[in-house]
């Protein structure tokens, strides 16, 4: 059986992955799941969307399929499925706003050619740029992000759209529909970006758009929010930005350059993600040795991996949250784990379902391993955002680890 990318991204970050685990050596095949079973009905089925009815578990993470008018979308985690049901309201307020009277209006106001030639901006030649304006003062007039600094993720608009100020526009149109702009929701993207381009040619402001419906658009999209993602992130900030802030507040956790230099040019994570783990990391500010869990970080490969690693970090967060003092973070070969004060090492994981697979039994020896060769080790825990299957939880016990399942992540 394939390994499912979390499970295989962890164990490659250990290193010395075992050949063959211990425990219990009746292995699981992954579940499959009725999700009228395992959802909410909010997360099951609204106006905007319906979940199918069979959910695909990987040994760790819930594979769920989001239908809606507008199309269907994967989700591959409970936490993505939160964030795709409230894009599909986001996406019915879109539409609302883009077939309003007064919205058309001023985008014919600002003439259709004006958006061929801005869009003819990002997919032609420099020439066509230069031809475009006079002089690069007027470019810098609308540019929206640093022309220098950290890499872009892979995420981000091209140079060009930031250089005439669409990418800032597309920012300011998602942080009032309350999304993620650098979302891997391809059904988001491409209606975030037609309205965002439409808004741009026209001139029409936020203020504008959301008086298009009654309320506001805030209050149409933020009822019975699923998903808290964005809570608390600036997303109108330019990139470059976040990241100049990310950098600050990483150095005066005491963790070196280097080491921020490759966190923050680590291009798979989305500046959202990035911006997540070190919110998380600062708000543990009586954790020592935070740059363990950077170091951790560094290594993902892949978004989903990034993903995860955003939402571990709020996990550790909020041990601290709760009264749970988290004395400091220690390297468990390449991986990080949380100290407590009272000498016990917990690892966080935010999995919707364990289930005790081949490759999960391996991975649960090797970290078993590193922490037992842990000095001064007074207990082992794992905590797990979702559920875990009872012979999950009879092999991990029975290597000596307290399990603490759904927990919020």
């Known amino acids: 059986m394939k390994k499912p990318i979390i499970t295989l991204a962890l164990s490659l970050a250990i290193g010395n992955f075992p050949n063959t685990a211990v425990a219990d050596s009746k292995y699981e095949t992954p579940p499959m799941f009725q999700a009228a079973r395992i959802l909410p009905a909010n997360l099951l089925k609204s106006p905007y969307h319906s979940v199918d ?35 599909m309201k986001a996406l019915s307020a879109m539409e609302r706003v883009s077939e309003s009277k007064q919205f058309t209006r001023q985008v014919k106001e600002g003439g259709k050619d004006a958006v061929a030639g801005a869009k003819a901006l990002v997919t032609k030649s420099v020439t066509t740029l230069k031809g475009a304006f006079v002089g690069i003062g007027k470019i810098a007039e609308r540019a929206g992000d640093a022309l220098l600094g950290d890499p872009p ?36 993207q491409k209606r975030l970006e037609e309205i965002a381009w439409s808004g741009y040619s026209g001139k029409i402001t936020t203020s504008v758009i959301s008086a298009l419906i009654p309320g506001g658009i805030g209050a149409f999209v933020s009822t019975a929010k699923t998903s808290d993602w964005l809570e608390g992130i600036p997303v109108q900030t330019p990139p470059s930005e976040l990241r100049k802030m990310n950098r600050e507040k990483l150095m005066a956790m005491g963790i070196s350059s280097d080491i921020i230099d490759l966190f923050l040019g680590n291009t798979v994570y989305t500046p ?23 170091k951790f970080a560094v290594l993902a490969r892949t978004g989903n991996a990034a993903f995860f690693r955003a939402r571990q970090a709020e996990m550790y967060a909020n041990l601290s ?21 009272n ?19 391996n991975l649960a020896d090797a970290l078993n391993r590193q922490v037992d060769s842990l000095p001064k080790v007074q207990g082992k825990e794992i905590r797990i955002a979702g559920g875990i299957s009872a012979a999950a939880r009879r092999a991990l016990e029975s290597l000596g680890w307290k399990v603490v399942d ?3 992540g």
């Open 321 to 341: 949250k709760n009264a749970i003092n988290v004395e400091r973070f220690v390297g468990v070969g390449n991986n990080a784990a949380a100290r407590l004060s």
């Open 272 to 294: 959202v993600q990035q911006t997540k783990i070190v919110q998380a990391l600062a708000r543990m500010d009586k954790t020592a040795d935070r740059v363990h869990f950077v």
């Open 343 to 361: 000498g016990a090492v917990v690892f966080c994981f935010p999995l919707d379902y364990l289930a005790w697979t081949e490759a999960n039994a």
């Open 53 to 87: 009815s069979k959910v695909s578990n990987d040994g760790v993470s819930n594979h769920y399929t989001v239908k809606s008018k507008f199309g269907t979308v994967a989700a591959d985690s409970t936490a993505e499925l939160k964030i795709r049901v409230d894009e």
């Open 153 to 188: 993720s892979d995420a981000e608009g091209n140079r060009f759209e930031s250089m005439i100020g669409f990418s800032s526009t597309k920012r300011d149109y998602a942080a009032e529909f309350q999304v993620d702009p650098y979302s891997t929701n391809p059904l988001l």
């Open 406 to 408: 759904n927990q919020k």
